[in-house]
């Protein structure tokens, strides 16, 4: 089925680093939406984009909707070690039941 | 944010037999309910959508014969493993749409880890 581009695929940093990360598809999708994974857990819910041009904020982490609707980034400013684990995007191309869409995930490990 | 719950957590069983998993929306109803597979390493991928109250649609390539789907109720649905084969073998997550707001998000479920021997 149908993936997003989401790059990159993994990232080894240093605590306190900023990080940033991204997704692009070649079609239009009308909502963003980036989640987190850890280990043997669901994907939980970090922020939700719903606008093309939108930048929001929760905490540390920022996402904006690319003015196209056809990408979408990620940035996590002064990483921790709590921060590590696996981030998806995904789109939703239309409302109501509409299914979602991931990327490929980007592994994200902090050296501390 | 909503609350979704699986069960059971993990679970084992041998190669032939058939393995249930429910999914709950706990503090809201959920009119849809979808499930996904994810292998070790990879994304989720969608397996079907589950509609209260009608036929669960299936995502192209799922057995609907062996991924039985059951959504009884606002608040329930159910993914059952007919005949399960090592292949199988996979981490099973649902999610679950809030209604009643224009701005649509979907809330998983905390997974099922299932082993067939």
């Known amino acids: 089925g149908q993936q997003l581009n989401q790059s990159p695929q993994s990232m080894f940093i240093q605590e306190g680093e900023d990080v940033s990360m991204n997704c692009t598809s070649s079609?239009?999708?009308?909502?963003w939406l980036w989640y987190k994974q850890e280990p043997g857990e669901g994907p939980v819910l970090l922020i939700a984009?719903?606008?093309?041009?939108e930048l929001t904020s929760n905490g540390r982490l920022t996402a904006q909707f690319g003015i196209t609707r056809k990408d979408s980034f990620l940035n996590i400013s002064a990483s921790i070690p709590s921060d590590v684990g696996i981030y998806f995007c995904a789109g939703q191309k239309g409302e109501g039941a509409q299914k979602l869409v991931f990327g490929q995930g980007t592994r994200l490990t902090i050296n501390p | 944010g909503a609350v979704v719950s699986q069960h059971p957590s993990r679970v084992i069983c041998k190669s032939g037999t058939s393995v249930k998993i429910e999914c709950r929306s706990l503090?809201?109803?959920?009119?849809?309910m979808f499930w996904y597979r994810q292998f070790p390493k990879q994304s989720l991928m969608l397996m079907a959508t589950s509609n209260e109250g009608s036929k669960a649609t299936y995502e192209q390539g799922v057995e609907k014969d062996k991924f039985l789907i059951n959504h009884a109720s606002l608040t329930l649905s159910t993914l059952t493993v007919t005949s399960a084969h090592p292949e199988d073998s996979s981490f099973y997550i649902c999610s679950a749409r809030k209604p009643g707001t224009s701005r649509e998000t979907q809330y998983f479920g905390p997974g099922t880890r299932l082993l067939v021997l």
């Open positions: 984009l719903y606008k093309a041009g």
């Open positions: 503090d809201f109803q959920a009119t849809t």
């Open positions: 079609s239009i999708f009308n909502t």
